[in-house]
Structure formats: C-alpha cells, structure tokens
C-alpha cells in the first residue's frame, strides 16, 4: 500500500521570505500524481499544485513550485515570498494513474504560519 | 455551479443515533469519495464510487454505509453513532480519465457525537 509522509507537523516564516515543505511518500508503481493542497481555517480543502510522475520537469504555479525527485521518492513545496494568506494546513497526496486507482492517500499536514 | 456541496455543516449527534450526510456534485463526474479527518491528522478514504449503483470501501468503512443511485448524489450513512466518530467529513468528485484530474472536495460536514 502507497504511503505518504510529511516529517514536520509545523513550520513558520517570515512574511516575504521563502518556505520549504518536506513531504516523502512509498510506492511500487511506476506512473502515479502527486499533489499538495491547502487548507485554510475555513477547511475547504483547495489544490495548490499537482505533478506528474512521468514529467521531469518540476511543476510551478506562481509563487508555488516543487522540488520532485522521484528516486528518492520525495517531492517537497516551495513557497516563495510569503503572503500572510498562505498561513494554513498543507498536505501531500498521492493518487496512483492505474485503472480504478483514482484514491487519494494522503501525509499528516504541516502547518504553516506566516509571522507578519 | 456549485461544484461539490454538503449538508449539514454541523450537526451534533447522540451515542447511538443515526444520520445521513448529504454529498451532491453538478460537475456531472463520475467518480465520488468520502473522506474522514480526524483532528490534526490527514483525511482517510471511508467509500469511494466509480458510478451510480458502483460503491467499494477505503482504508476505514466500519460504521458507515454508502449509496450510488444517481451520478449527482453520494449520501453517507452513519448507523449506532459512536463516539470515534466525531470528525469532519468530506466528500469529493472527479473524472475518471486515465490521465484525469484532481479531486474536487466539498466544504465539509463536522459531526460530534456525545
């Protein structure tokens, strides 16, 4: 079964400084998503950023981008110059591409607060 | 379009009693889950559909009960509420593409039972 670990439970920045999300994940398929979305307080779950397994090329949204490293099955977040309104839970998911293996699995969250 | 919404937003619960929660998605995706999250944890799939009259369970289904009969509606069933219970629930919606895209979750529902 496909596992997704996210080491810290908090972190904090600087409002405009860079931030750093560390998420691993265990798998035996070949093909697969990986994505990272936000939640606020208000608990809507909102996607940030989504990667393919099968692209090399890291995937970026604004001031959003990861860090994919698919040998070392680890694909962090980058947050850069931070908006108080990034201050949130985040967490990393896994979906395998298979036929049927549309589930989401996902890690424990960090969360993020923005010291203004 | 409202996208994925679910009612009620609250709702507090007896040991014991039963309720329904509402998922419903005008997206027209064929593809439905539910999910739980317990406090400071991530969300874990209870029952997910891959159409209507289709359902299959996740990592945690004890005590819930699901229903596919349109491709709109995906109501879950809590019967004998229990204590382990009191969570937050979401229900999500997508395609089913093989390269498809991300799930689209609802507001959530937080159940407490007492």
């Known amino acids: 079964a496909q596992t997704v670990t996210q080491s810290q439970p908090e972190m904090s920045v600087q409002e405009a400084e860079t931030v750093t999300l560390s998420c691993t994940y265990d798998?035996?398929?070949?093909?697969?998503?990986l994505f990272w979305y936000k939640q606020p307080p208000s608990r809507q779950m909102i996607l940030v950023i989504r990667?393919?397994?099968?692209?090399?090329q890291n995937a970026t949204e604004n001031r959003f981008s990861v860090n994919f490293q698919k040998a070392a099955k680890s694909f962090s977040l980058k947050i850069s110059d931070s908006q108080l309104g990034d201050a949130a839970m985040y967490f990393c998911?896994?979906?395998?591409?298979?036929?049927?293996?549309?589930?989401?699995?996902f890690g424990q969250g960090t969360r993020l607060t923005i010291n203004p | 379009n409202a996208g994925v919404t679910q009612t009620p937003k609250f709702r507090i619960l007896k040991i014991g009693q039963s309720m329904t929660l509402q998922c419903t998605q005008d997206?027209?995706?064929?593809?439905m889950y539910w999910y739980r999250q317990d406090p400071g944890m991530g969300l874990k799939l209870i029952y997910y559909?891959?159409?209507?009259?289709?359902?299959d369970k996740g990592e945690v289904p004890n005590g819930y009960n699901v229903s596919r009969s349109t491709t709109e509606d995906f109501p879950l069933r809590l019967e004998l509420a229990a204590p382990s219970q009191t969570s937050v629930y979401f229900c999500?919606?997508?395609?089913?593409?093989?390269?498809?895209?991300?799930?689209?979750f609802g507001p959530g529902t937080r159940l407490t039972v007492t």
């Open positions: 798998t035996s398929e070949s093909d697969y998503y």
């Open positions: 990667q393919e397994a099968y692209k090399q």
């Open positions: 999500a919606s997508s395609y089913y593409l093989a390269g498809g895209p991300e799930q689209y």
């Open positions: 998911a896994y979906r395998g591409r298979s036929q049927g293996a549309q589930k989401l699995v």
């Open positions: 559909s891959v159409g209507a009259g289709i359902t």
């Open positions: 997206m027209n995706h064929n593809y």
